[in-house]
């Protein structure tokens, strides 16, 4: 089976779908992960195919401005600060992002889970699919 999986964030939230991966693989699937470019060196060296999604999150929590808004506490505008930069990439993801899944059996990801009779967000740009199984 041709898995993908989708990994977006920091080191801690890529690192699970790594290893994800190399089980997959282990057990027989062909497997592409598509993540920030600055994990390509971590995915290609667990193995897996390797798609590169815009952005680098460690760079963006590095940053000056993140770290000034992090020593001033305030969660909303971190909050602020985080989504602007998720909604300046967007674009980029979809594009991305649809390349990566091509010819995917399965795809994976851990982005948007939401409860299964809650509607997304008003800011959310996508479509919501009531699942069967969610009932």
Same mark, same amino acid.
């Given at each position: !089976?041709?898995? /993908?999986?989708?990994?977006?964030?920091?080191?801690?939230?890529?690192?699970?779908?790594?290893?994800?991966?190399? %089980?997959?693989?282990? +057990?027989?699937? /062909?497997?592409?992960? @598509?993540?920030?470019?600055?994990?390509? +060196?971590? @995915? #290609? %060296?667990? $193995?897996?195919?390797?798609?590169?999604?815009?952005?680098?999150?460690?760079?963006?929590?590095? $940053?000056?401005? !993140?770290?000034?808004?992090?020593? =001033?506490?305030?969660?909303?505008?971190?909050?602020?600060? /985080?989504? @602007? @930069? +998720?909604?300046?990439?967007?674009?980029?993801?979809?594009?991305? %992002?649809?390349?990566? +899944?091509?010819?995917?059996?399965?795809?994976? /990801?851990?982005? %948007?889970? =939401?409860?299964?009779?809650?509607?997304?967000? #008003?800011?959310?740009?996508? =479509?919501?699919?009531?699942?069967?199984?969610? =009932?």
């Amino acid at each position: !089976m041709k898995i /993908t999986l989708f990994a977006l964030g920091s080191q801690g939230d890529v690192q699970p779908y790594l290893a994800l991966g190399a %089980g997959l693989k282990q +057990a027989g699937h /062909t497997v592409a992960i @598509a993540s920030h470019e600055n994990f390509e +060196a971590a @995915a #290609r %060296g667990a $193995g897996l195919a390797f798609w590169p999604m815009h952005g680098n999150t460690q760079a963006l929590m590095a $940053g000056t401005e !993140m770290q000034a808004l992090l020593r =001033r506490g305030n969660f909303l505008a971190l909050q602020r600060y /985080t989504a @602007a @930069a +998720a909604q300046e990439a967007a674009g980029h993801w979809a594009a991305q %992002g649809l390349a990566a +899944a091509q010819g995917a059996d399965l795809i994976v /990801t851990g982005l %948007g889970v =939401r409860a299964p009779r809650r509607p997304p967000p #008003r800011s959310c740009a996508c =479509r919501w699919w009531r699942r069967p199984w969610s =009932r």
